[in-house]
């Protein structure tokens, strides 16, 4: 849970890199907390006001952790925008957060990984 707001601390830090467990631990949370908010949102009656409002809050900084984990793998922020590219464009996102970031310092800074150690 503490990855989940460490993200939420660098609400809208566009710079610097994020580890693969900063990322995918803020994906997950915030996944399980879309799906509660959805229930709760059936249970009402709603149409999705709850989870609508929590996403919209997350907006900038999952967009934020996603160019950070982009940068870890020295590659620009721009590379989120190939989600646009139907199917494929997903798939090759996916795979790149999915990579291990590059050792030492990147031209985005330096390692997340030693800076912890």
Do not use: C
């Not at 399980?32 to 229930?39: F, Q």
């Amino acid at each position: 849970m503490n990855w989940y707001f460490i993200v939420l601390t660098k609400y809208a830090t566009f710079s610097g890199r994020a580890r693969r467990k900063e990322h995918w631990y803020f994906a997950l949370f915030s996944t399980i907390i879309v799906g509660i908010l959805g229930a709760a949102d059936v249970a009402t009656g709603g149409m999705g006001l709850f989870s609508g409002i929590y996403s919209l809050a997350i907006l900038i900084p999952s967009l934020a952790v996603g160019v950070r984990r982009l940068h870890d793998t020295n590659r620009s922020g721009w590379w989120l925008l190939i989600v646009l590219v139907p199917l494929i464009g997903v798939i090759v996102l996916l795979i790149f957060m999915l990579q291990g970031g590059t050792q030492g310092e990147n031209r985005y800074g330096g390692d997340p990984k030693q800076a912890e150690a």
